[in-house]
């Protein structure tokens, strides 16, 4: 007969009686983890391709710091081009009572060239593209920055020096960015608009954008020419390359999700291991019952193997469907987060999803099956013959080519998925120890209870092996939730808390020089004692020791000292050492030196390669000005005061124009000093720290809760390894089930057996999980916040409970038959 | 009509089959494994029940003990009556009345011999159980391998623990299942002695299926079965 018959009828057999359900439970979940995961990606990444135009705004756009002129606005101007401009730049917005840091893009006539603004129509409540930009006189508002303002169409909105109507919400902007850190309200108004605001001045920070499109062929000469002529701080963006930004956060996004979605894929793969070996362990001694009757061993590998295979095929093909399905739901969130209509999906993560099945499959299921060829026939005869355990190094070697090939793959380097695949390793053996050493303690515990409870406990101990692979992987998954969970919550508030609390809650930028003494009388006013305003002249490097200096000064790999080289950065003067800068090399300057000094913070100084007594040159608005460098400084970013890489000694800035900057506390009490002081200087920026705090939150929130998603593939399979270890003792908890019951135990002692044999499963998983992520807590608190280890015992119980919980529920539903099934069952059955 | 087990005579017996039947339903018909099987065995009395492979000899034991019912008919074991309980209700009677030996000794694999042996006592709720279990364990030779998991000792230090077990409730009835099957001649020769030992020191019932007509001829009496019939008691 056809072996692929003979298969399919095993197939169909044993998906009936159950035996292969963990098998193609485990490879849907690895499977779904992964093209979810892949889809989104996907689909994303074709929006992109797709909308890059739309994207930009128009075909091509130079990018600048300063106004585009000269060459590059000749060039745009050619036959066959269309061009207009953009602003942007940040500036407080007031609607009646509420005030807030607003993002400013100034539109010019045409904008976008391509795409266009989608505007809430507020006589029909529905949605319309808009004709051009807004009128002069009158802003458009983002919808979430109008309820942020509690503004609605027809308000007045305060915006520097003017008072524009709004005229319409922006529900979708043709280049709006991917910006995650960004929940500032957009405002978008006439480029003719923006003189009489006032908030476009010397030191002011602002970005500008020449956006031309056109016939393909003058775009191309206009390309061609701007890489040509860039100036410094220009970039040429064209639609092959739109977004960057975007490109670079959806590729970030795809690498670390992917991996994260592996870490269920390692977790199902030794769900795959444990059912198989028990799915090749129920078919012994039907194969050596085929081999007495004449099967050869080809015969026996294409019917165990082709079963695998179907079985694989369908386990990919519901994985695919699942995962289909799921990233259906999550498409409007996707389209709001990324402000794009999304395209379908394509056949890449069908392919991948296949492709990732099919290997753990063949990886970690197909040994002990292919094992069963060489079951002696002599079998049928002397039960105890047994001969069919594959070799452990081969199981092992194969498990783990499997699993290096699918990282390789999905972290995109040979070096990156080693280190992944060490990690994981390296992660499941501390988490396999402390699982260990916690079963021998309970093994001592275990003595001094009674009846189920021992008995449940026994059983944890007894089966030590299966219990360490069941302890870690549940522990894995948790690990990961809880260490998620523990960073979003526990050590955000812990950092908020640990600012000193004479640490300044407002930055106020954007100060005029002629602003400088009304704006101090009016913070004395406010109980704001002794602000410093700090000069901030914006500056480009010119030279180094007499040598120009520019970004091709430096090799590729240095991109830090590429781009510092290239954009402005802020110079400021200052006459004394703050307690927050130290000084690590050279002397800082007394009095006022008869020459410009400056003094450099010590990584800005080691990235762009000075060294004291070096002389730099900058241009600062056309002009030159240089100093020596005298002193190296280690800053305290974290103090919250006003901060430069690079100052110069008293009075040698004197000459030059720039805005001032300074940080000051204000009283909680005040809570009307930011509207009254933006409403006597309209141009000031007020940075609210606790905003920003608060921003930072929602924005860790947000992106946790999408690795959050993706870790739950991996609790989920954590507990497919439970279920698939409980199944691979099922005969035995059957046996053991049938002869309590025989010794006069009720159903209901058998049932707290389980419940303690699952409750410590799932109590350790929780411990396992809860050192293992307060451990690594611990090391990012230090590394990354650079604060004290401290443990948390609440995590600790988030841990246990979560695990107990889950074990419980999966072992119990897992051997449910044990109880339910009569003794004499039990016995005739398995005694044999 | 009263319940037999009011009756004097109910009192002094151990166990009652009255007209047990067992069919099961198969695609061709109904297979009937027992039929009519009725007899009484008085308190003390030792048993065997003997038959061919097939006769219904286990399915018999397993109507006796309570660890299935009878299509038809029921049993009384120390005056209750099996069938009248559900599953749960059973238990509580067999952990209560009833000791088992089985052929495949049905040790706990994760409990050492000691706990093995106090499992029943602690399933039955009872306070010390550490004490007896280890009397028993030293009255079967075995006072020293009590922390001894089972795939640590021999088939027969196995049935050793195994007669403990059954011993240590003191039941009322004591079933065996071919308790020497398993066994070496020696060794189960070595097994039957104690089991007889223990029998006659506790006053116990005992029922006992067995191929072994040796075996069977060591008890008082014997039910011949054939064909689920009973041919001779």
Redesign the interface.
Known sequence: MNRTVLAWRQLRRDLASGDVRILLAAIVLAVMAVTSVSFITDRAERALALEANRLLGGDAVVRGDAPIEGALRAAAAAPGLQVTETLSFPSMVRAGEALRLGEMKALGEGFPLRGAFRLLDPATGGERDADGVPEPGTLWLSRAGADLLGAKVGDAIGVGNSELTLAALVVQEPDAALDYFNTAPRVFINLADVPATGLVQEGSRIGYRLVVAGESGAVEQFTSFAKENLGRGQRLETAGDARPEIRRALDRADRFLGLAALVSVVLAAVAVAMAARRHSARHLQGSAVMRCLGASQGTLVAIHAGELLLLGLMGCSAGVALAFGLQWAVADWLMAALKLSIPGAGWRPVLEGFGVGLTVLLAFGVPPVLALRRVPALRVLRRDLDSTEPSAWLVALAGLSGLALLLWWKAGSAEVGSAMLLGILGTLAVLAGLAWALIAVLKRVRSRL???W??GL??V???AGASIAQVSALGLGLMALLLLTFVRTDLLDRWRNALPADAPNRFIVNVQPDQVAPVREFLAGQGVVGPVLYPMIRARLLEVNGKAVSGDSFPEERGRARRMAEREFNLSQVESLRADNEVTAGQFWTGVPASPELSVEEEFAETLGWKLGDEVTFDIAGSRFSGRVTSLRKVDWESFRPNFFVVASPGSLDGFSGSHITAVKVPAERTRFTADLVAAYPNLSVVDVDAVLDQVRGTVEQVSTVVEAVFYFSLAAGVLVLLAAVSASQD?RL??GG???????????LRWAQVSEFSAIGLLSGLVAAIAATVLAGVIADLAFDLPWTANPRLAATGAAVGTLAALVAGLFATRGVVNT????T??EL?? | MADSHDSPVAISQALRAEGLGKRVPLPTGELTILDGVGFTIAKGEAVAIVGASGSGKSTLLSLLAGLDVPSEGRVLLDGEALSALDEDGRARVRGEKVGFVFQSFQLLPSLTALENVMLPLELRGDDDAEGPARAILSLVGLGERLGHYPRQLSGGEQQRVALARAFVTRPAVLFADEPTGNLDTTTGQAIVELLFRLNRESGTTLVLVTHDERLAARCGRILRLDGGRLVSA
């Open positions: 009674r009846g189920p021992r008995y026994a059983n101990s007894r089966r035995e046996l053991e002869v309590m019951r025989v010794l006069g135990g009720s159903r209901r002692q009569p003794p004499s069952v016995l005739r005694q044999g």
